[in-house]
């Protein structure tokens, strides 16, 4: 089992461009979650995803968006980028169970830089 | 709203001193509290968890007691080794799950030899 796979690791970006980040989640999970960590900070929830809908957000601009593939692997856009979006981007994914869900799985992240 | 303080770091240690790392939670509803370490340019792992007031979570040998009465869910380790050096989070599920998380800043422990 390969665990949750981020791609790419690293990227640079210039000040206004666009960027899609992609995740494949863990083997048998169905919920993506994306993350923000800015440097020396906690990660902050941006949005997830469930059964190719977006079903909770957490308060980020609508520059940033999203989707999930019938196989469960999801996609971050991410448009007009700003130098405030250089941060880690990370992807959890879980299964989802009820309310109470399971273990969210985290892959390594991409490094974005906005220059 | 759902949000949570840690202690502020860094944390430096030798090896094998005491561990602790304060966290505390304001949540509506009943979380389930977590602990994730993140090692240099590593994602998150999951260290430990607890789904209810007084449940106490343990993995390779860390320890943290779901307090609902001081709303606390503070990392312990009896003797820290310097594989241990690596940035903590704590973080609560809100809903009672893991699917959204709300973290706090992070603590980062370095252990010296």
């Known amino acids: 089992d390969a665990g949750v796979t981020q791609s790419p690791t690293h990227l640079i970006k210039t000040r206004g461009q666009q960027v899609t980040l992609r995740c494949s989640p863990k083997s048998g999970h169905d919920t993506v979650s994306w993350y923000q960590q800015a440097l020396g900070q906690g990660p902050q929830f941006i949005f997830q995803y469930y059964e190719e809908e977006e079903r909770q957000r957490g308060n980020f601009p609508d520059r940033f968006s999203g989707h999930q593939f019938p196989n469960y692997s999801s996609e971050l856009n991410v448009n007009a980028l700003l130098l405030g979006d250089s941060a880690l981007y990370l992807c959890a994914s879980s299964l989802a169970l009820g309310t109470g869900g399971s273990e969210a799985f985290f892959g390594q992240g991409t490094r974005l830089t906005v220059v | 709203g759902n949000s949570v303080t840690q202690m502020e770091g860094p944390v430096t240690l030798s090896e094998e001193a005491f561990l602790t790392i304060n966290c505390t939670y304001t949540a509506t509803g009943y979380p389930s509290l977590f602990w994730y370490v993140q090692y240099p340019g590593e994602g998150l792992q999951l260290l430990l968890k607890a789904t209810k007031a007084d449940d106490k979570g343990s993995n390779k040998g860390f320890e943290a007691t779901y307090r609902k009465e001081t709303t606390s869910f503070h990392l312990e380790k009896g003797s820290v080794q310097v594989s241990d050096s690596a940035v903590y989070f704590c973080?609560?599920?809100?809903?009672?799950?893991?699917?959204?998380?709300?973290f706090g800043k992070g603590t980062k422990l370095t252990v010296n030899p």
């Open positions: 973080a609560l599920g809100v809903q009672g799950g893991s699917e959204k998380l709300v």
